[in-house]
Nanobody
Framework: VQLQASGGGLVQAGGSLNLSCAASGRTSKDYAMGWFRQAPKKGREFVAA????????YYADSAEGRFTISRASAKNTVYLQMTDLKPEDTAVYFC??????????????????WGQGTQVTVSS
């Protein structure tokens, strides 16, 4: 399974960015996918996740109300729409996918496959 994340960049506080994660190499549409981020000198933290159907979504408190996770109708691409960005959102954002069902999607250990990460920098 290969995950390709894209869409990061430099934006001013209050701005928006849209991240994409394209999955290939398996029947990726049948599995949940999630986004995590890692700031300098910090561990990887959960941001948002979606079920395989896209009907159930999960958000970290820091993302609730500002970020929206969704997946394409073909379900092999997941998006993270980020609005009202803040300097503390600066991090490398990673998309991940598990290879089993029924796990806690807010936990990093639940994910088997990871993309390469895309840098998001929010200036004040």
């Amino acid at each position: 399974v290969q995950l390709q994340a894209s869409g990061g960049g430099l934006v001013q506080a209050g701005g928006s960015l849209n991240l994409s994660c394209a999955a290939s190499g398996r029947t990726s549409k049948d599995y949940a996918m999630g986004w995590f981020r890692q700031a300098p000198k910090k561990g990887r933290e959960f941001v948002a996740a979606t079920s395989w159907s896209g009907r159930t979504t999960y958000y970290a408190d820091s993302a609730e109300g500002r970020f929206t996770i969704s997946r394409a109708s073909a379900k092999n691409t997941v998006y993270l729409q980020m609005t009202d960005l803040k300097p503390e959102d600066t991090a490398v954002y990673f998309c991940g996918a598990p290879n089993v069902y029924g796990i806690d999607l807010t936990q990093e250990a639940s994910y088997t496959y990871w993309g390469q990460g895309t840098q998001v920098t929010v200036s004040s």
